[in-house]
């Protein structure tokens, strides 16, 4: 199986910052895409980046120029760098990730969504 584990969330005052970090583990052959949805009270669970194995990211437009993807391809971790945070920021964040496992034939070919446990992100004075 795999495993998301994401760590970094808390509470922080408007206009600060705090960096989010997924690790994925287990039969992992290799990771397509990793990503941060998040999901408010009431709200629907959104997309707020994404990045690709080969790097090209995608954000969500209430989060561009504030918010930054990035992972390390070695350790199959992402991290999302969040600045200028706003009281809408809050909500719950959750790390996805496109995976091949391998298997003891070899790489599943199939691809399969993983999600982390959610991590708490609370911005207020």
């Known amino acids: 199986q795999v495993q998301l584990v994401e760590s970094g969330g808390g509470l922080v005052q408007p206009g600060g910052s705090l960096r989010l970090s997924c690790a994925a583990s287990?039969?992992?052959?290799?990771?397509?895409?990793m990503g941060w949805y998040r999901q408010a009270p009431g709200k629907r669970r959104e997309l707020v980046a994404a990045?690709?194995?080969?790097?090209?990211?995608n954000y969500a437009d209430s989060v561009k120029g504030r918010f930054t993807i990035s992972r390390d391809n070695a350790k199959n971790t992402a991290f999302l760098q969040m600045n200028s945070l706003k009281p809408e920021d809050t909500a719950v964040y959750y790390c996805?990730?496109?995976?091949?496992?391998?298997?003891?034939?070899?790489?599943?070919?199939?691809?399969?969504?993983?999600w982390g446990q959610g991590t708490q992100v609370t911005v207020s004075s």
């Open positions: 996805n990730a496109i995976v091949m496992r391998i298997t003891v034939a070899g790489p599943s070919g199939a691809l399969n969504e993983y």
């Open positions: 287990g039969s992992i052959f290799s990771i397509n895409a």
């Open positions: 990045v690709t194995s080969g790097g090209s990211t």
